[in-house]
C-alpha cells in the first residue's frame, strides 16, 4: 500500500500544480504541501523546483516517481492476485495499439481462451500515449504497443518486428512511379491523431529525410484505424502504415505499395510493462503465451 505522502506526490506529478493535486485528492493545499516537504525531508532532497513559474521535477523528484509510479502499479496487480487463489484462471488487463489489437492478437488470444476459458479478459485498444499512462495509473498491467516508449520507465520484449509502407488505393491517380518521399509531398495524406505510435514513427521517418507532416498539402487526421483504412480504400490519399494493418488488401489488389528509395523500413512492436516490477516473470510468461508463433523474441536492447 502507498504511503499516503507518496500518493499526494503522485498527484502533483500528474497536475504540477499544488491546487489541482488538492482538489483530486479532496485536501487542502497546504496539507498537499506538507506531504512534499515531508518527502523531502525523509528523502534528504528537493522534488520540484520553479523554472520561468513553472512546478517542474528535480532529478530527484523524477527518480522518485518512477520508483513509486511502479510501486502503485504493483499494488494493484497484488491486491487483484490476493483476491483469487492459485488455482484461478489467469485473467487478462491489458492494452493494445490499434494495429496489434485488429491484426496481431485475435488468434493467440483465441488461443488464450481456450487455454483459459474461466479467464476474465480486458483489452483496451487505444494509442501508445494512452495506454502508457493505463498502465502507470494501475488501469493495466501491461500493454503491446507500435510507438516508442521511455526505456527509463518501461521494460519490454520485442513482440514483433513489422515493415512499414507507403499504401493508396490501387485506383488512387498518381502521376508516374513516386520514388521519394518529395514525390509524394502534394498528395493528401491519412495520418492519426496525436499520441499514436504510428503517427511518431511516421514523424520521426520524415525527420531523417528532413521532412515533417507539415510539409504536405494536405493532412486528413483521422483518429481511428478502421476509418483511416477505409478512406484510404476510397482514394482519399495516401498513407504509413505497418503490413499486418494492409496484407489483405495488398494481396487481394484493393491497396498498393509504394515503394520509396528513402522509406526502407521496420519497426519494432513492443509488450511493455513497468520498469522494476515485481511481476515481470509474471509477464515474460504472458508474453510467450501472446506472442504471434514464428516471430522473433528477444529483448529489445535499452536505451543508454
Not at 511516421?202 to 525527420?207: A, F, K, N, V
Amino acid at each position: 500500500m502507498l504511503d499516503f505522502r507518496i500518493e499526494s506526490f503522485l498527484a502533483v506529478c500528474r497536475h504540477m500544480n499544488y491546487t489541482r493535486a488538492a482538489e483530486e485528492l479532496s485536501l487542502t493545499q497546504p496539507a498537499v504541501s506538507q506531504h512534499i516537504r515531508w518527502l523531502e525531508e525523509r528523502y534528504g532532497t528537493p522534488l520540484f523546483h520553479y523554472a520561468h513559474k513553472q512546478l517542474v521535477l528535480t532529478p530527484a523528484g523524477e527518480l522518485l516517481r518512477t520508483a513509486a509510479t511502479t510501486v502503485q502499479h504493483d499494488d494493484g496487480q497484488l491486491k487483484r492476485q490476493m483476491q483469487h487463489t492459485l488455482q484461478a484462471p489467469q485473467d487478462l488487463r491489458f492494452g493494445a495499439t490499434p494495429t496489434v489489437g485488429t491484426y496481431l492478437l485475435p488468434r493467440p488470444l483465441a488461443d488464450y481462451h481456450r487455454q483459459h476459458p474461466q479467464a476474465k479478459l480486458f483489452l483496451r485498444v487505444d494509442n501508445t500515449r494512452a495506454l502508457c499512462q493505463g498502465i502507470d495509473r494501475g488501469e493495466l498491467d501491461f500493454a503491446i504497443v507500435e510507438g516508442y516508449v521511455r526505456k527509463g520507465e518501461y521494460d519490454t520484449l520485442l513482440y514483433r518486428r513489422e515493415p512499414y509502407l507507403a499504401v493508396c488505393a490501387a485506383h488512387y491517380p498518381l502521376s508516374g512511379q513516386p520514388r521519394r518521399l518529395t514525390d509524394l509531398l502534394e498528395h493528401p495524406l491519412l495520418v492519426r491523431e496525436p499520441g499514436s505510435g504510428n503517427r511518431e514513427i511516421l514523424s520521426r521517418s520524415l525527420d531523417r529525410s528532413n521532412l515533417s507532416l507539415s510539409d504536405f498539402r494536405v493532412l486528413l487526421e483521422v483518429g481511428d484505424l478502421n476509418v483511416l483504412k477505409q478512406l484510404l480504400l476510397l482514394g482519399c490519399g495516401i498513407a504509413f502504415l505497418y503490413r499486418a494493418a494492409v496484407a489483405d488488401d495488398l494481396a487481394q489488389g484493393r491497396l498498393r505499395a509504394l515503394r520509396l528509395e528513402d522509406m526502407q523500413e521496420h519497426n519494432d512492436i513492443a509488450f511493455i510493462w513497468r520498469k522494476g516490477s515485481l511481476f515481470a516473470r509474471h509477464y515474460q510468461a504472458l508474453f510467450q503465451l501472446l506472442c504471434p508463433q514464428g516471430q522473433p523474441s528477444p529483448p529489445i536492447a535499452p536505451a543508454p
